[in-house]
């Protein structure tokens, strides 16, 4: 690999679970992926406030430990004053990292609900924060699916680092060359910010092929075929594993400055997928 390891920047997102388990399992995990010395964790926000007080409440919890945490954050329907509650309550907790968005309306909140671009958001933090925290929004190498056309998704991307957006975090995908492509064309549209490949591992297909119809995320067709032949969930491990580690490898021999995983709150198969790249913190 031509890639300098201790350059990269690995990162690992996590969601807010409902129970007490999923919290005992959440911090074990953590924990876990430490020995990975990642950046950052991330904490996942549902836009509409709907996980409003888990993620605040996690993310301070984690803080006091010392642990580097970015809370995910968006509007969603919620005003001005709940939003900068918010960021004082990270601010005080020593926060220094943000993942800014626009977030999407969980089903049944449709008509309480208004979103936010998110370049309103970075814009809206940078003015009542400065530069305290270091933020990242979301970019789409398969382009977001409410978008107009490709151009605009791109011109829109670099309106968040125009905002104060100072690194992007991509949307999983599978077909490498979709970030590269997509990477020369922010760098034609003058953005110069690093973005990040998304990471999803493949653990369950037939829960990721539905995942990715809603987020226009690609599965390609060699790869759709083959995983729905097995019926033994191992073969779908062991076939996901060397799929997302080959397309790891690729993307940090083309130059990707690092890797932010979806871990889906599991230590499996993040931690063996890294393994295996020999990525060992
Ligand atoms: P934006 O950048 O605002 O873009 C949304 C759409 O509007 C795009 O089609 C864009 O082309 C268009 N657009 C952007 N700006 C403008 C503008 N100024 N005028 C007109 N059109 C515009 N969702 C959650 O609910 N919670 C999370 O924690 C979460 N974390 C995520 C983490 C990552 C790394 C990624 C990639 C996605 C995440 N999402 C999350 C999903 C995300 O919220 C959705 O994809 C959402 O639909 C778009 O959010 P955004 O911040 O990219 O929106």
């Known amino acids: ?3 300098n390891m201790s ?8 969601f807010p679970p409902k129970t007490e388990q999923g919290r005992e399992k959440l911090y074990n995990t953590r924990e876990q992926l430490q020995a990975f010395n990642p950046a950052f964790f991330s904490l996942t926000y549902g836009a509409g406030g709907t996980t409003r007080d888990t993620t605040a409440n996690i993310v301070t919890g984690l803080r006091k430990d010392g642990i580097s945490i970015a809370p995910h954050l968006s509007f969603g329907g919620d005003n001005e004053e709940i939003v900068l509650g918010l960021l004082e309550r990270y601010k005080e907790a020593g926060v220094d990292r943000i993942v800014a968005l626009r977030g999407d309306i969980p089903s049944g909140m449709g008509s309480v609900a208004q979103l936010v671009y998110a370049n309103e958001l970075v814009a ?3 003015r009542h924060t400065g530069d305290h925290f270091q933020l990242e929004v979301a970019a789409y190498p398969e382009i977001h699916p409410e978008a107009e056309s490709y151009d605009d998704d791109i011109r829109f991307l670099k309106g968040k680092f125009e905002a104060g ?3 992007g975090l991509t949307q999983y995908f599978y077909n490498p060359d979709a970030y590269f492509y997509f990477m020369d064309q922010c760098e034609k549209a003058g953005i110069n910010k690093p973005i990040y490949p998304g990471i999803m591992p493949i653990t369950n297909f037939a829960n990721l092929a539905r995942f990715s119809r809603n987020c226009g995320a690609e599965i390609p067709r060699w790869l759709k075929y083959r995983m729905e032949s097995y019926r033994d969930p191992e073969d779908v491990k062991k076939l996901g594993l060397e799929v997302v580690t080959d397309l790891c490898e690729t993307l940090l021999d083309g130059g990707a400055p690092g890797l932010h995983f979806y871990t889906m709150n599991q230590v499996e198969p993040t931690s063996s997928i890294l393994k295996a790249l020999d990525i060992n913190g």
């Open 124 to 126: 809206f933090i940078r």
């Open 165 to 167: 957006a100072d690194s």
């Open 7 to 14: 350059q990269l920047r690995i990162s690992f997102e996590f």
């Open 1 to 3: 690999m031509e890639q």
